[in-house]
């Protein structure tokens, strides 16, 4: 998942009513992958790169990488971060390896990306993903706001998932979007 959403890097949100094409189609494509009623919903309901996104990221990066099997497809109502505290399998926050998904709250919601490390004093955790900072990037957060940790259902676990230790200075993102 981390290899598919490092290919995404850098997909902007058009500023003012502008709408980026290429993340409007992401909904298209997860209602083609996946096929279910919400899917469907979702495409028609995601008309803007205004509304929030990184559900919208998560289930593309999702869709893309399932491979038909049905525990590894996005949550039912993706575009709500919070939902994503639902899928694949609980993970300590202590064992946060490299491509688990992590959902934070936030004032209003949550938000969702893909982990890439954390820091030695397990107080801040960086990842990649969407409607960060209106783009694919990444982002070091709060680990103080941790809602849930979730593992993709590995047939095998790739060499690139373990845990690395980041750095403990740096600045924090504190709003998404």
Same mark, same amino acid.
């Given at each position: ?15 003012? !009513? ?31 790169? !205004? ?33 994503? !505290? ?14 688990? $998904? ?9 938000? $969702? ?65």
């Amino acid at each position: 998942m981390v290899r598919v959403a490092m290919e995404m890097l850098g997909t902007l949100e058009n500023p003012g !009513s502008g709408n980026n094409p290429v993340i409007l189609g992401w909904a298209d494509e997860v209602a083609r992958t996946c096929g279910r009623p919400y899917d469907k919903w979702a495409a028609d309901f995601y008309n803007a790169d !205004s509304i929030p996104w990184c559900g919208l990221f998560m289930a593309v990066v999702a869709a893309r990488t399932c491979q038909g099997r049905p525990e590894r497809m996005p949550p039912k109502n993706y575009l709500a971060a919070l939902a994503w !505290s639902n899928w694949g399998q609980v993970v300590p926050p202590k064992e946060i390896q490299v491509g688990d $998904v992590i959902v934070l709250v936030r004032n209003g919601g949550g938000h $969702v990306f893909l982990a890439v490390g954390v820091s030695a004093d397990g107080k801040r955790i960086m990842g990649i993903g969407g409607n960060q900072r209106d783009r694919v990037c990444f982002a070091d957060f709060d680990a103080a706001r941790l809602y849930a940790v979730r593992r993709p259902a590995y047939r095998e676990k790739p060499a690139g998932a373990r845990r690395v230790i980041l750095a403990t200075d740096g600045s924090v993102s504190i709003e998404e979007g």
